[in-house]
């Protein structure tokens, strides 16, 4: 499978998500950064889980996903764009400081 071959694929999976009334947001490092923010405030029982609507702490799940950013943010240092270094690095903060509240 070539790259364009990949690129067609990804068209051809949001046409099919279009046509089922679902819109896919473009996917960036920014929207998989956010992707796992959201998992960890579903997590923190801060979001409610879009699978059951509830919400629920699990401060372990949690602490692993912030702990998952952390690793990003080191591995990347040095390659992401300005943007995308404040975002992770505001998006930490402001987790850090969540799971410290709902911890104690």
């Known amino acids: 499978m070539t790259e364009k071959d990949c690129f067609t694929m ?3 999976q949001r046409q099919e998500a ?3 009334g679902i819109c896919l947001p473009e996917v960036s490092f920014s ?3 956010l992707s796992l923010n959201a998992s960890a405030l ?3 029982g801060i979001l409610e889980d879009p699978g059951t ?3 629920a702490k699990n401060l372990a799940l949690g602490k692993q996903t912030i702990d998952i950013l952390a690793l990003l943010e080191e591995k990347t240092r040095g390659n992401l764009t300005t943007e995308e270094d404040g975002l992770l690095k505001n998006l930490l903060y402001d987790l850090r400081l ?3 509240r709902e911890k104690y």
Do not use: C, I
């Open 10 to 12: 990804k068209d051809q």
């Open 18 to 20: 279009a046509s089922e």
């Open 31 to 33: 929207t998989f950064v």
């Open 42 to 44: 579903v997590h923190l």
């Open 53 to 55: 609507g509830q919400k």
């Open 98 to 100: 969540v799971y410290v």
